[in-house]
């Protein structure tokens, strides 16, 4: 497709999407809203570490809250002149919360993982839709393909947000706008802080070039990052279960 030249961000404190923001400000990215829960933090970061983008607008927006979805394509609609790319980036990892999980933990996790974001994107796409042109780019998880007995939790969560992004873009096929599918493996940046990296464990940096090159494409991708974990999972998709227990541990 062509370059985008405006873009919302949904979870603009994200290191994924930050670092996706400064590998598009290379391709013509210049304008761009930031919708985050704490903006405060955010405002922070980019004291610190500016984004090399002309204008930058941050608004406040709970993913949680399904009454704010419609003003925030108004709001990013009217600030960008019309939105080129949309970047869910939502979500929270909550390691451990396996079974010792309460129910209002596991509700959290669901929210912020699925049902917020997907209801958010529920109405963007619309938009989208009618102005006939646009990307979604939906960062997921491999941990959606295999949930894992210490965090299986955030795995159906991300699980049932991937369904609904493919889902999403054969609704959407035919009418402009494209949806893409990022599925990075453990990720090393502040969600993973303190955390054992896991083997083929990437970068921000590594799943913004990911990005980037997804949306050169003319069509819906699935992209893994790295590359490795595509086949890899497809594999680790149809291993006994008793085998994935003990190659996953207690990861």
């Known amino acids: ?22 590998r598009l400000a290379d391709a013509g990215l210049d304008r ?15 004291e610190t570490n500016p984004l090399p983008i002309a204008e930058v607008t941050i608004v406040a927006w709970d993913a949680l809250d399904p009454t704010g979805h419609v003003p925030l394509v108004e709001t ?28 209002a933990s596991a509700a959290s996790l669901f929210e912020s993982n699925f049902s917020g974001p997907a209801t958010a994107l529920t109405d963007i796409a619309q938009y989208l839709v009618e102005r006939g ?18 965090n299986y939790l ?8 991937d369904a609904f992004a493919l889902g999403l873009a054969d ?5 402009g706008v494209l949806v ?16 054992r990296p896991a083997p083929f464990a990437t970068t921000p940096e590594a799943v913004a070039d990911a990005i980037a090159d997804a949306l050169t494409s003319e069509k819906s991708r699935i992209v893994h990052v790295p590359r490795v974990l595509g086949p890899l999972f497809a ?9 994935w227990r003990r190659i996953a541990g207690d990861r």
Not at 235 to 243: K, Q
Request: hydrophobic share 50%; charged share 15%; net charge positive.
């Open 32 to 46: 761009v809203v930031l919708a985050a829960r704490d903006v405060e933090a955010l405002e922070r970061r980019l």
């Open 154 to 161: 955030y795995g159906s969560a991300k699980a049932g947000l």
């Open 133 to 150: 042109f646009g990307s979604i780019v939906v960062l997921s998880s491999v941990a959606a393909l295999r949930p894992r007995r210490s």
């Open 180 to 195: 893409h599918v990022i599925r990075p493996g453990f990720v090393t940046s502040k969600m993973t802080t303190g955390l």
């Open 76 to 103: 990013a609609a009217e600030a960008l002149g019309g939105i080129d790319l949309v970047l869910c980036a939502v979500g929270s990892l909550g390691h451990g919360a396996g079974i010792a999980a309460t129910s």
């Open 1 to 22: 497709m062509t370059a985008a030249r405006t873009a919302l961000v949904l979870g603009g404190n994200s290191d994924i999407a930050l670092a996706t923001l400064h």
């Open 235 to 243: 594999l680790l998709r149809i291993t006994p279960r008793p085998i």
């Open 171 to 175: 609704a959407v096929a035919g009418s």
